[in-house]
């Protein structure tokens, strides 16, 4: 895809992110050269083996690949002849361990998820080698004396040396002169030669050779001409030791040379089930879901969040909780230091002290983990082994219980663009997006501050709404409820998830808005998720969305003014549409922000109609933003292109960063300037400018119908969608469990059928005294339906229900048996 996109979509940090979840450095070098692939195939099987990882975390199942290291450096080179270091080749028998433990854990995991298991048939055997490595290496890459006879010997004979060596060394240090002349009392050794540690002024006095010096030059090491001869004969056996430690180096090499290829195809193999981990513990811990892949050019996103936004603002609460967290503690130094009743005497003095800075209160709770709506069956706790990668989950939503009466600075809280502080999961639903025409509520501060939350009691509002109370959901629980109001929390912010579809009746969305009103991060968030399942990852977004498989994604986002090639913002434009038109086909996916703007408004309208005409030339899918009025207008005019706006509230000068089809974005100019204590009478006059361009004939009312009429079509139309992706959903829920209840129903039958053909001397399994203990059937008794089976030196009477037996062969394989045995009948027919 095209490169210029990745980088404005800043795909590297996804990669980033979705690498720091690897088990060792080959899923790391995997993640970080993940690259969206063009073949609808290949991005099935990726997104199905991200589902079956998921799906196994969830269940425990975790592949041991931790302590897995990358050697296919090493490996290479000794397919071509070189030794390999003693390091490099337990780390080699280490990873064969952990080859050999991957190879049991998918045997144990292909029948639930058989694309994970189908990854064994890649994976070689090498016990041999590894037990040939670990004959002579110990884990730290020593060569043991067992790894050959000759080195046995050969370092018997050194240790003896050594021994004689030290023994004369010990007698020399028990002489009075000689202990006169030392540093101190004992010897030292110096590269592979015994030595003492002789004083300077007396260096003379023993005779020997001198090896170094101190640093100081007051100490003079010495090898004693008592030893020379001894450790001449030591130097000359270290000298045979390493000649017989590279000659065994050099085997155990061209042992791992022989099987290079096929232990290269292995690591490979490493490396896509630990890319496949990164990518079901970044699905888990984001709350992702698999999308629905199409060729149709359907595009549905529901519920959307931003993934490298969602990681800032996790960040964010980390950090902050981390300063809480530190806070405590120091206000619990504080309080054991003062006197009981001081001014320093506890949190609640801290409570009702007034509040001279907007540092947070220390007391910060997060919500626990919880499982998206519409996720795959799972169990209802996630194993206490992946707790951490659910410490804050994306889209939980704490609500900031502050205190109205305290000072609060709330311009420290400002949010960015494409996020706003949503601070109760149990009032606004993640997954429910408010419905387009509800009206917003008033807030007084009070409740602002409080979270948005109204006076009623949170029970009340939502039997209102006709919505239940969610066991698990931050605010829910009475005591938590209690203990939030009881101080105030630090707030925190979560991604506000948008719905986008395009494909289906228009194939040119045009977004338009206030500034800061979150276009940009919408058609960014659109052509990063489609790259994202191209890539085999889940999206964030809810159950049920679609992307269609797209050959590029052209993006031109934000201001690319030039300083080095002299360009304007505006010809950096130009010069980047033009390369997207020449790349451009019908299954592309074109983003533009700006559309239009960096000229004269009437020409960039101009050239922005064109641009839209080209784009529906060439019949791809496109969102654009703009700014520009006539614009605004282009999808009357066009039945392939669709208006959309982006929420934005006047009452509080906020954006809410919500989507919504059908819609024609307004600036809000006048009322924004109206708040902001512009002067009337400027106001005023933009008033009667705007009424006069209305009179002359460039607004109707019978434009403002079309769009509220077509706004509401837009509605309908996503209500229906969504209705049809749950029946969807619920068919296919049922299709599968068809095919399971078949597929179960064939092997209870030929289980049965294989009960029936039991005859003594069968191997069987009884699974109630282990799968691992396998028997021999001594007798049946048919009409009981028991039989005897011969586990071990005990016989144990059993029913024939309870009997596996070990290899069923079908009466083509038994046919075939037969007629290869000379006497023309099989010797068993179960082995």
């Given at each position: 895809?095209?490169?210029?996109?990745?980088?404005?979509?800043?795909?590297?940090?996804?990669?980033?992110?979705?690498?720091?979840?690897?088990?060792?450095?080959?899923?790391?070098?995997?993640?970080?050269?993940?690259?969206?692939?063009?073949?609808?195939?290949?991005?099935?099987?990726?997104?199905?083996?991200?589902?079956?990882?998921?799906?196994?975390?969830?269940?425990?199942?975790?592949?041991?690949?931790?302590?897995?290291?990358?050697?296919r450096g090493a490996v290479r080179r000794s397919a071509i002849g070189a030794t390999l270091a003693a390091e490099e080749l337990a780390e080699i028998a280490s990873s064969?361990?952990?080859?050999?433990?991957?190879?049991?854990?998918?045997?144990?995991?292909?029948?639930?998820?058989?694309?994970?298991?189908?990854?064994?048939?890649?994976?070689?055997?090498?016990?041999?080698?590894?037990?040939?490595?670990?004959?002579?290496?110990?884990?730290?890459?020593?060569?043991?004396?067992?790894?050959?006879?000759?080195?046995?010997?050969?370092?018997?004979?050194?240790?003896?040396?050594?021994?004689?060596?030290?023994?004369?060394?010990?007698?020399?240090?028990?002489?009075?002169?000689?202990?006169?002349?030392?540093?101190?009392?004992?010897?030292?050794?110096?590269?592979?030669?015994?030595?003492?540690?002789?004083?300077?002024?007396?260096?003379?006095?023993?005779?020997?050779?001198?090896?170094?010096?101190?640093?100081?030059?007051?100490?003079?090491?010495?090898?004693?001409?008592?030893?020379?001869?001894?450790?001449?004969?030591?130097?000359?056996?270290?000298?045979?030791?390493?000649?017989?430690?590279?000659?065994?180096?050099?085997?155990?090499?061209?042992q791992v040379g022989q099987v290079a290829d096929p232990l290269a195809a292995s690591f490979e193999v490493m490396a896509t089930l630990d890319l496949v981990l990164c990518?079901?513990?970044?699905?888990?811990?984001?709350?992702?879901?698999?999308?629905?892949?199409?060729?149709?050019?359907?595009?549905?996103?529901?519920?959307?969040?931003?993934?490298?936004?969602?990681?800032?603002?996790?960040?964010?609460?980390?950090?902050?909780?981390?300063?809480?967290e530190a806070g405590r503690t120091a206000d619990h130094d504080d309080s054991t230091e003062s006197p009981p009743g001081g001014p320093e005497s506890g949190a609640a003095?801290?409570?009702?002290?007034?509040?001279?800075?907007?540092?947070?209160?220390?007391?910060?709770?997060?919500?626990?983990?919880?499982?998206?709506?519409?996720?795959?069956?799972?169990?209802?706790?996630?194993?206490?082994?992946?707790?951490?990668?659910?410490?804050?989950?994306?889209?939980?939503?704490?609500?900031?219980?502050?205190?109205?009466?305290?000072?609060?600075?709330?311009?420290?809280?400002?949010?960015?663009?494409?996020?706003?502080?949503?601070?109760?999961?149990?009032?606004?639903?993640?997954?429910?997006?408010?419905?387009?025409?509800?009206?917003?509520?008033?807030?007084?501060?009070?409740?602002?501050?409080?979270?948005?939350?109204?006076?009623?009691?949170?029970?009340?509002?939502?039997?209102?709404?006709?919505?239940?109370?969610?066991?698990?959901?931050?605010?829910?629980?009475?005591?938590?409820?209690?203990?939030?109001?009881?101080?105030?929390?630090?707030?925190?912010?979560?991604?506000?998830?948008?719905?986008?579809?395009?494909?289906?009746?228009?194939?040119?969305?045009?977004?338009?808005?206030?500034?800061?009103?979150?276009?940009?991060?919408?058609?960014?968030?659109?052509?990063?998720?489609?790259?994202?399942?191209?890539?085999?990852?889940?999206?964030?977004?809810?159950?049920?969305?679609?992307?269609?498989?797209?050959?590029?994604?052209?993006?031109?986002?934000?201001?690319?003014?030039?300083?080095?090639?002299?360009?304007?913002?505006?010809?950096?434009?130009?010069?980047?549409?033009?390369?997207?038109?020449?790349?451009?086909?019908?299954?592309?996916?074109?983003?533009?922000?700006?559309?239009?703007?960096?000229?004269?408004?009437?020409?960039?309208?101009?050239?922005?109609?064109?641009?839209?005409?080209?784009?529906?030339?060439?019949?791809?899918?496109?969102?654009?933003?703009?700014?520009?009025?006539?614009?605004?207008?282009?999808?009357?005019?066009?039945?392939?292109?669709?208006?959309?706006?982006?929420?934005?509230?006047?009452?509080?000068?906020?954006?809410?960063?919500?989507?919504?089809?059908?819609?024609?974005?307004?600036?809000?100019?006048?009322?924004?300037?109206?708040?902001?204590?512009?002067?009337?009478?400027?106001?005023?006059?933009?008033?009667?400018?705007?009424?006069?361009?209305?009179?002359?004939?460039?607004?109707?009312?019978?434009?403002?119908?079309?769009?509220?009429?077509?706004?509401?079509?837009?509605?309908?139309?996503?209500?229906?969608?969504?209705?049809?992706?749950?029946?969807?959903?619920?068919?296919?829920?049922?299709?599968?469990?068809?095919?399971?209840?078949?597929?179960?129903?064939?092997?209870?039958?030929?289980?049965?059928?294989?009960?029936?053909?039991?005859?003594?001397?069968?191997?069987?399994?009884?699974?109630?005294?282990?799968?691992?203990?396998?028997?021999?059937?001594?007798?049946?008794?048919?009409?009981?339906?028991?039989?005897?089976?011969?586990?071990?030196?005990?016989?144990?009477?059993?029913?024939?229900?309870?009997?596996?037996?070990?290899?069923?062969?079908?009466?083509?394989?038994?046919?075939?048996?037969?007629?290869?045995?000379?006497?023309?009948?099989?010797?068993?027919?179960?082995?």
């Amino acid at each position: 895809m095209d490169t210029h996109t990745l980088e404005l979509l800043e795909f590297d940090r996804v990669r980033n992110l979705v690498a720091s979840y690897a088990a060792s450095p080959l899923g790391r070098a995997a993640a970080l050269a993940l690259q969206p692939s063009l073949d609808l195939g290949e991005v099935r099987q990726q997104q199905a083996l991200t589902t079956e990882m998921t799906d196994a975390l969830a269940a425990g199942l975790t592949p041991p690949l931790a302590g897995l290291l990358d050697v296919r450096g090493a490996v290479r080179r000794s397919a071509i002849g070189a030794t390999l270091a003693a390091e490099e080749l337990a780390e080699i028998a280490s990873s064969l361990r952990i080859i050999a433990e991957v190879d049991r854990y998918l045997v144990r995991v292909g029948d639930s998820f058989p694309r994970l298991g189908a990854l064994k048939h890649d994976i070689g055997e090498f016990s041999g080698l590894a037990n040939a490595i670990d004959g002579c290496l110990d884990p730290r890459g020593r060569v043991l004396d067992t790894a050959s006879r000759r080195l046995s010997e050969i370092r018997r004979e050194i240790g003896g040396v050594e021994e004689r060596i030290q023994e004369t060394l010990r007698r020399m240090l028990r002489s009075p002169e000689i202990r006169r002349i030392l540093r101190y009392p004992n010897f030292t050794v110096v590269g592979q030669h015994y030595v003492l540690p002789v004083a300077r002024d007396f260096r003379g006095e023993l005779k020997g050779s001198v090896h170094r010096t101190s640093a100081s030059n007051e100490t003079v090491y010495i090898e004693p001409q008592a030893v020379a001869d001894q450790s001449a004969q030591l130097s000359y056996l270290r000298a045979k030791e390493s000649k017989e430690v590279r000659r065994i180096l050099r085997w155990l090499s061209a042992q791992v040379g022989q099987v290079a290829d096929p232990l290269a195809a292995s690591f490979e193999v490493m490396a896509t089930l630990d890319l496949v981990l990164c990518r079901g513990r970044y699905s888990l811990d984001y709350r992702m879901t698999p999308p629905d892949l199409n060729t149709e050019g359907r595009i549905l996103l529901r519920g959307a969040r931003h993934p490298i936004l969602e990681h800032l603002f996790r960040e964010e609460a980390r950090r902050l909780r981390a300063e809480a967290e530190a806070g405590r503690t120091a206000d619990h130094d504080d309080s054991t230091e003062s006197p009981p009743g001081g001014p320093e005497s506890g949190a609640a003095d801290l409570a009702d002290a007034p509040s001279s800075s907007p540092s947070p209160d220390p007391g910060f709770s997060v919500g626990f983990h919880q499982m998206p709506v519409g996720s795959r069956p799972s169990p209802p706790e996630l194993p206490g082994s992946f707790r951490g990668f659910h410490e804050l989950p994306v889209g939980s939503r704490l609500a900031p219980w502050v205190d109205p009466n305290q000072a609060f600075d709330r311009s420290l809280f400002q949010p960015p663009v494409g996020q706003g502080l949503v601070p109760d999961v149990s009032d606004v639903e993640p997954d429910s997006p408010r419905d387009a025409g509800e009206a917003p509520e008033e807030l007084d501060e009070a409740a602002r501050l409080r979270g948005g939350l109204s006076g009623r009691p949170l029970e009340q509002r939502r039997r209102e709404r006709g919505e239940s109370l969610q066991a698990g959901q931050a605010g829910d629980s009475s005591s938590s409820s209690e203990a939030a109001r009881s101080r105030p929390d630090i707030p925190t912010r979560s991604v506000v998830p948008i719905d986008v579809h395009l494909g289906f009746q228009f194939n040119i969305l045009v977004i338009t808005g206030p500034n800061t009103g979150g276009k940009t991060v919408a058609i960014k968030t659109v052509g990063l998720l489609a790259i994202m399942a191209q890539c085999g990852l889940h999206i964030p977004a809810n159950q049920g969305s679609q992307l269609s498989l797209l050959d590029d994604v052209l993006a031109d986002i934000g201001d690319e003014q030039s300083l080095e090639q002299s360009l304007s913002t505006f010809s950096s434009h130009v010069r980047r549409i033009t390369e997207i038109f020449s790349r451009a086909t019908e299954r592309s996916l074109i983003l533009m922000d700006e559309l239009g703007a960096g000229t004269d408004p009437a020409e960039g309208a101009a050239l922005g109609r064109a641009i839209l005409d080209e784009i529906d030339q060439i019949g791809c899918r496109a969102i654009v933003t703009t700014h520009i009025g006539d614009l605004k207008t282009y999808a009357f005019s066009n039945p392939h292109a669709e208006n959309a706006a982006v929420e934005f509230d006047i009452e509080t000068l906020r954006p809410r960063y919500r989507v919504h089809i059908g819609d024609i974005g307004a600036s809000n100019a006048l009322q924004i300037a109206r708040r902001l204590a512009m002067p009337a009478h400027l106001v005023d006059r933009a008033a009667r400018y705007i009424e006069r361009s209305k009179d002359e004939g460039q607004g109707s009312p019978e434009w403002e119908v079309v769009q509220r009429l077509r706004f509401e079509a837009e509605q309908a139309r996503q209500e229906a969608m969504a209705q049809q992706a749950e029946a969807e959903r619920t068919r296919a829920a049922l299709s599968q469990k068809l095919a399971d209840l078949q597929s179960q129903a064939e092997q209870d039958a030929r289980l049965a059928e294989a009960r029936a053909r039991l005859q003594p001397g069968d191997r069987v399994v009884v699974p109630r005294l282990g799968y691992d203990r396998p028997g021999r059937v001594v007798r049946i008794e048919a009409r009981k339906n028991k039989a005897v089976v011969a586990i071990g030196q005990m016989n144990w009477d059993v029913t024939v229900d309870e009997l596996i037996p070990q290899v069923i062969r079908t009466p083509d394989a038994l046919a075939a048996s037969a007629a290869r045995t000379p006497s023309g009948r099989g010797k068993s027919r179960y082995e």
